[in-house]
């Protein structure tokens, strides 16, 4: 693909045909292959953006004061956390990506990644060409010739939903640190636990009073709606923090000021933030049933933004199924091999349009869902 890079081709791309086919349907067409917010960016923060608009100098990569603040106090608030190490970043998925190459993974190297997992994991491991590894749990991993540079959990899980327990999160801790290895615990998706308690890696119940060989990563683009942004951060260990401060500040890797004030604004409106979940859990509750009611089950999906869901067939076969009513989903397969016979169904899209999608789903009476 890329000049000394062996990276797979963008996944979405292969959907060309199924959305070609949707997009004929007469009743309009709905994109939920996707997880790009519909939902409009809160005035709060559009405020804090235009007010920062003068920003002639440099940025700091470190974050303003007032950002740094914000993000220890919102992950007090929200998390239980006591954090004092914290970095901005252009997004969750750009620290993702360049994580494993900023923290010295190279050829030779693994880096773990779930057994279903986002594909920015593998393509991470991939630019520091290393080898990506699936598992879930230590008792996973095949026999390696030397401990990974990097375990990349995620929780709650995309593309399944799945919420890691606390005693999980302790265990593959204390195999990681005993290993030599940082743990990285993708916590995007952690403001929308809809079944059971999803905590936080950094919690002191799993990392004790210091948050040692462990970081997390957390984006704005779902709680927020600042997919546009390109707004995240990272937190805990303070040497980890402090070796890829010193690397971004080098690589010019710093987020815009305008943003970092959008980004505090954003993180200081919790009755915005508090309303976008509600929206999102009220998709959740229309459209679940509806699939069921179709014929499909719905597996973990426990959290997140998307539904898991299966008809036991293969995922492509699924996707047309869906693209005939006019609807786009992602198949399981992009995730990885375990993910060959289910779909992800985003909650990313307008109510009318989630709307849409449940009555076409429930004009389908469940054993003409099962049908093949």
């Avoid at 994991?121 to 699936?134: F, I, N, S, T």
């Avoid at 399944?160 to 005693?167: D, L, R, T, Y």
């Amino acid at each position: 693909m890329s000049p000394g890079f062996d990276l797979p081709d963008f996944p979405w791309d292969s959907l060309a045909d199924a959305k070609a086919l949707a997009k004929a349907h007469p009743d309009g067409f709905v994109d939920l292959s996707v997880g790009s917010p519909a939902d409009p960016v809160a005035s709060s923060a559009r405020a804090a953006l235009a007010a920062a608009s003068d920003a002639h100098g440099y940025p700091a990569t470190a974050g303003t004061g007032e950002l740094r603040k914000a993000i220890v106090s919102a992950a007090a608030r929200d998390f239980d956390l006591a954090v004092s190490d914290v970095l901005p970043v252009i997004g969750a998925k750009e620290a993702i990506a360049w994580l494993p190459l900023l923290l010295g993974a190279r050829e030779g190297d693994t880096v773990v990644i779930p057994r279903l997992a986002y594909p920015t994991y593998e393509v991470a491991a991939r630019l520091a060409r290393a080898e990506a590894v699936r598992a879930d749990h230590p008792d996973e991993l095949p026999p390696l010739a030397k401990p990974p540079v990097l375990w990349f959990l995620n929780s709650p899980a995309n593309p399944h939903g799945a919420v890691a327990s606390p005693a999980l999160l302790t265990e593959i801790l204390a195999w990681t640190r005993a290993n030599g290895t940082t743990l990285v615990s993708d916590e995007c998706y952690l403001r929308f636990a809809w079944e059971g308690e999803a905590v936080s890696a950094l919690h002191p119940s799993v990392a004790g009073d210091e948050p040692v060989g462990v970081i997390a990563v957390h984006s704005l683009s779902k709680i927020a709606n600042l997919a546009g942004y390109r707004a995240g951060y990272i937190a805990g260990d303070s040497a980890v923090v402090r070796d890829l401060l010193g690397l971004r500040r080098h690589a010019g890797m710093i987020v815009p000021d305008p943003v970092q004030a959008a980004v505090a604004a954003a993180l200081h409106d919790v009755v915005e933030l508090d309303a976008q979940r509600e929206r999102y859990l009220a998709r959740r509750q229309a459209l679940r049933p509806a699939l069921e009611q179709a014929g499909f089950r719905v597996d973990h999906s426990e959290g997140g933004l998307y539904l898991w869901a299966t008809r036991e067939e293969p995922a492509e076969a699924t996707v047309g199924w869906f693209a005939e009513r006019g609807v786009l989903v992602a198949p399981g397969s992009f995730y990885g091999p375990d993910g060959e016979r289910h779909v992800r169904v985003a909650l990313t899209a307008t109510d009318e349009d989630i709307a849409a999608v449940v009555r076409r789903l429930r004009s389908v009476s469940a054993a003409d869902g099962l049908a093949r």
